[in-house]
């Protein structure tokens, strides 16, 4: 007879109704420890919008995408902090250079 065994997971699901986040909610919504959050401000590689009364820096939702992004760089392409700066940077000039074309496109062929 084979024994069975079960173990406890504990499986947080982050649902969040409203458009700001917390310092510990954008890490908790991106699977990352709160200081890394602060590491990427201090590099500026993300920004907080304001401050609550507390004096903790809160987030747009918008920049979950963005540490997603962060994180994919440096775990999956190795690339360093600095170079995930530059990298970030390029990617938001060819968005805006892709976003001129398609405007211009619609001009030419409209």
Do not use: Q
């Not at 962060?70 to 690339?79: D, P, S, T």
């Amino acid at each position: 007879m084979v024994e069975k065994r079960y173990f406890m997971i504990n499986v947080k699901t982050v649902t969040s109704s409203s458009p700001f986040l917390t310092r510990n909610e954008l890490a908790v919504h991106c699977g990352i420890h709160p200081d890394l959050i602060d590491r990427f401000i201090r590099l500026g590689l993300i920004d907080f919008m304001d401050r609550d009364s507390d004096g903790e820096a809160v987030f747009s939702a918008e920049v979950i995408p963005l540490v997603r992004r962060i994180l994919r760089l440096r775990n999956e392409l190795g690339v360093n902090y600095a170079g995930i700066g530059v990298v970030l940077e390029l990617m938001a000039r060819v968005e805006t250079l892709e976003d001129h074309i398609k405007e211009l496109e619609s001009r030419i062929f409209a």
